[in-house]
Every structure is written in C-alpha cells, then in structure tokens.
C-alpha cells in the first residue's frame, strides 16, 4: 500500500503554474493492491491510462510513455479534490490469497505480483506527465478458522501458567514473526522463520542471567559452581510480565489504510488552534515557515502568534505575491467567527534604508540595474480578538524600493500577532519551573500604578546578521539552562578616538538595550502582579582606572557577562521544578586601541578609516546544589573520634579490605583473607586464657 506525505498538501496549496502537470510522487514503491497519488495542474481534459512497461534487455530502462490503454490487472479511478488537483487511485483486480487444492484464482507463489507500472497522463493524444510504479505484492495468509468476536479467557495462571509463547496474541491464526505459535503452518513458517521476534516476546530469554549455571566463564570465581542456579531454558522470569489470568474482550485492529482527506468545514466560532477562513470558506493565508521552509500560502491559526523571516534570491523584479501586491490585494473579507465579517485594514509604511533587508549583492559580468518599485519587505498583522472572535485586523506592510544590479539576497519579514486589546497573549515558559530550552521571562515595573504590576518583556543577546554590523544585528531572548556567548562588531574611526566619552556612553546603550528590564521571573508561570515571583536584576559594574590615549580610549564596556543560579525546588511526577533564585549582571571594562602600525599609517592619517571592534554578550547558568542530608547534630559536630575526614584512624572502615569498594587485589582474594584473620581469631578466643577461665568457673560452680 502506497501513502502520501503531507508535503503534497502543501504543495496543493502552492500550486500557482496551471500549465505545469506533475504526479505527486512521481515514483511508488507498491507493497499494498492500494495505491494513491495526486496530479497537480489544469485537469480539464485530463486522460489517464495505466499500461504494463518492461525494462530494455539492451540498456535496461523503460521505453517513452504512451497514451494509448492497455489491458491489465489494475483498476485505474481518478477523483476531483480541487481545480487544480486530481487524486489517481489504482486497485489490484485480482486474490492475493494463496492457492490451496484446486483452486485457480489464488496467487501460486508467496510473491503474488512483481511488474512496472506506468500511468500516464495525456491530453488529447499529447503526453503531458506520467507516474512510474514499482509492484512487489505478497500473497495473504488467512487463517483456516478465523477468530471470532467472542471473549477468551486466560485461566488462572496459578493453576494453569501461560507464557510459553507470548506472542501468540490471536486464538486459532497465525501470528506473523511469531515462530512458536502452533497455529502456523509449516508454509506460513518458510516465510518469516529468519525473522522470529527476539527476546522474551519471542518466548525466548534474550541472554543468559549471571545467575545460570550455563552462565560461568573463565574468570568466574571459584565459588560459583557452589552457588549458581541450574534451571530450565523455558523457565522465563519474563513470561509473568504478559498475562494477568483476566478476561480479554476482542477489539476491532487498526486500519493501515490511507485516511481519505477533506476540505477543512469553516467553523461557527473560533478556538485556539483553529484555521481562520474567508468570508467564502477559504483559508486566510499568510507566509509562514514550514518544515524549515518558507510557505507563500499557509494557513493562520486563531490565537497562535509567529515571526519569521524569507530569504529570497532576486534576478529580476518580483511581480506575485508576496513581494509585489496592491493595497487592495490585501484587503481580504474575513469570517470574524461570530457571523459577521471583519475587513483586513492596510497601512504602508516606506522603508528608506535597506540595510536589515538586503544582505549582498553579486555581480557576474555585465547586467542592467533594474530599480523595483514598492516591493513588500514585511507583513505584520495584528489580529484583536474577544471571546471566540476577531473584532480588528490591522496589517502593516513595509515597501520600499529595491535596486537590483546582478543577483540580491532579500531578506523579508512576517509576523501575526493576536492582541485582546492593547495586550498580546504571552506564553508562559514551564508549570511551574523553568523548562529547559524557553525564554527566560523579565519584566518592567509599571510605575503608573499604584499597585506593583510588571509588565513581561525578556533578556535579550546579540543576533548578528549578515555583516555582523551592530546596527543591523537583532537580539535574540536568552534560553534557560543554555549558556550563549554572541556579539557584534563595531566600526570605529580615528575621529570617534578623541571622543572616548561619547564612544563610552554609545557602547553602553547598545549593551542596555539587551536588558531593559528590573525583574526576573522565578518560576515559568509568575503573576504579573504578585511581587513574591519576581526576582530583581543586580547589575554589577566593574571599576578600571586608566588615562585615555591618543588613539585608545579606556573602560569601554565592550562585554556584558550575565550569571543566573536556578535552584531545584521541588519534583512532580518525577521532573525536577527549577527556579531562579538570583541575577547578576556584570559589564566587563576594555581598552580598544586603534591599530596604525605595520608600516601603514593611513588609517591614523584619515580620520573617516574605520576598525572594526567587537561588541559581546554572554550567559552561563549555575546549578545550586541542594544538600540533602539531614543537618548534623550538636554530638556529630563536636564528637570527631570516629570522623574519618578529621582522623588519622577510621575505625569505621576497619573492613575495608573485603568490601567491593577495594581494588588492591581480586576481591575473592581479600574475601578469603578476611575469613582466615576472624578463623584465627575466633582459635585464639576459644583457645587463649580468657576461655580458660570461663570454663574453670563452669566446672566450679558444678561441683
């Protein structure tokens, strides 16, 4: 049975070339008398025809493709699924059982159908797009007596134990790869008796325990023929672990067939995760990222906020979407999910600096600069909702003017954002812990209030893009439990030398706005207005006194260094909760000299000559351990007698020697050298003077 990937979808959704025909896959390796794929183009006037092909004896490939039909074993059905898509399904018109005493309509061997087919698709007499099939079908096995519906009851293993065969899971059938079922006949066995189920499952014991005597080997100790256990191959510990003596009612198995896909039904009214729709029951789309891959058309969800970023590679001036639309292309009619509609509002902004978008440019000989106009470098939506509708939708395009001279890499944004007001619905980064890999959350404290509210906001890196220039650099919010280190280069000239205050003063804005905030949260789910879960940031300054230069300017803050302790405070259903505990922030003190040496002065003699200097940001996190030990008592604290730590003697650890802990020799070794030292003592016990003693007392006190 052949299954088709949910990448055709997409593709179904991009199709945009409607003379263009192509099956989607183009190749299938049938195991099944199923067989499913699409063809994406213009269907009107499609035909299709399915037609057996052999491979050439000379060079082993197949001859050109054919529209006329042919007869075979295969049913070839087509269905409409949109205007652009036809889904081609293929049914194996024949038994797949295997043949028995005078039957005729069976498959003779245990490989029923072995043959290449192709399906082509032609319009007229003209072959537009074929689909190449590889058939390699196996005979069924069915059961003599198929099982029924009935219950089946395990006897009381107690009395009557099971677990000789585990996986003989169906009464009276066959079960595959199962070699100890008696239900399978010496045919069914042929098939599958190189790939039994291993291990227990397979009712046999994976590896023999160390307790077995069949388990010695030539470094055992000598002891262990004394000792070990001899039991029986069958005698399984595992078998117990599959069977309760219960009842079992028999269930309908799982279906390996492919789901037949629908068109999505719009909904009356929205929830967190559904597809918004178009006042005309279409998808209201958005460039998204997909699979690692930008998607020109894919779907928005109610309540589900993006960013991303699409790198495209530019020859020529776009003319489709999304790089080139009208205002009124935009303006999408669209289902509010209350019965009503909501209208998308356009507001162009004009970018005039293309830095952030535009990442390089090449050149390959000689080509005619081509000046685009209004092209879209950013599509930010914002949806307000309430309740289980959209109230406003407001999109804000970003166009600017783009020039092209050879190749340009075009960097554009998207982003949809749901607001409930004036406020954004915000994530929370674990219950209650932090969880490994989300964003640390900050706040700022809202001093229009008269009662504390923080409002969330985040610690932030350094995201270097393209030139690795500070001034078109993002940030990036730090992770917890992942320590970072980045940064940015700054371009500083002989001029900017001899003003070391304001150099001084610039790198420290570009480093705060990193961290704007005051609050860390302790926990992933703090309350904005409860103090209890905040944190405060301590921001540690570094003091270096040292004269500026005349071309060197001294205690520049060239990298910030942010240390968070997390804490375990607790476990749930085994997870360790961490929270934060404390927040320091220290900014680390540089001297940047500007290089004029190596025989070229002409960076100090112009003064506009820039250098490059490196602006960084780090992160590392820090465990605190948790002691659980109990707390020492006023006697263990003053008593250090038996202290191994504070004493030459351990009297605790006089039987260190025949411990596993000691590795000096083999452990038997020191084992039987303990056993002769207490031998001798117990002689010298028995024999020495205090025995003596005791026994003429004995014989004393009975005369």
Known sequence: MAIVGPHFLFLLFSLTDAQTFVFQPSFIVATGPRITALLLGNTTGISLNVHTVLPSDVNGGIGPPSCAASETQWILTKELVGMNALRVHLGLNRSLQLCGENETDCCPKPLCVLESLQVSACVGNTFKASLLIQAKLYALLLPANPGSDNESVIPNQVYQPLGSCPCDLTAQQCNIRCCCDKDCSPEELKLFESHCLPGPFGGQLSQVPDYQCSAQKDDSPDWFPFLCVISQPENNPYLGLFYHGDKIVAKPRPSFEMPILSAPIPVISYSQGSPIFTI????????????????????????????LKCVTRLQSCPTGYPLQTLPSDLMTQVNNGQGG????????????????????????????????????????????????GITKIILTRSVGNVTLNGKVAL?????????????????????????VGRPIIAGIEDAQNDTFSVQRTSINLWKPVSEGLCSTAGKQPILFAENS?????????????????????????????????????????????????????????????????????????????????????????????????????????????????GGDFSPCADPTETQLFPVTASVTFIDIPVNTEPPKTRFQINFTEYDCNRNYVCWPQLAFPVTKYYTGEPQYQSLAKGLILVFFFIAASVLGTPWKQIRQAWNNSAR
């Open 341 to 388: 509609e909501v209208t998308v509002e356009v507001i162009d902004e004009l970018i005039q600096n293309l830095a952030g978008f535009m990442s390089e440019s090449v050149t390959f000989g000689t080509h005619t600069v081509q000046e685009c106009a209004n092209v879209n470098l950013a599509l930010d939506y914002k949806f307000y909702w309430k309740g289980n």
């Open 485 to 597: 280190t980045s940064g940015c280069q700054l371009p500083i000239s002989m001029d900017n030398m001899t003003k070391c205050d304001l150099l001084r003063e610039t790198v420290r804005s570009l480093q705060a706005n990193l961290i704007r905030a005051t609050y860390v949260a302790k926990s992933g789910n703090p309350n904005s207005q409860t103090k209890a879960d905040w944190v405060d940031i301590n921001f540690m300054n570094s003091s270096k006194t040292s004269a500026d230069g005349d071309v060197s300017c001294s205690e520049i803050p060239s990298h910030i260094h942010i240390l968070i302790w997390s804490l375990v405070t607790r476990m749930i259903d085994g997870n360790a909760q961490r929270n934060i505990q404390t927040i320091q922030v220290r900014a680390t003190l540089s001297t940047w000299t500007f290089e004029c040496g």
């Open 411 to 435: 960097t554009t944004r998207y982003s949809a954002v749901f607001l409930s007001g004036d406020f954004m619905g915000v994530s929370n980064s674990g219950n209650p812990g932090y969880q």
């Open 280 to 307: 005309d029951n279409q998808l209201f789309t958005i460039p998204q990222m997909v699979l690692g891959h930008c998607v020109h058309s894919a779907p928005v969800a109610f309540l589900e906020n993006f960013s």
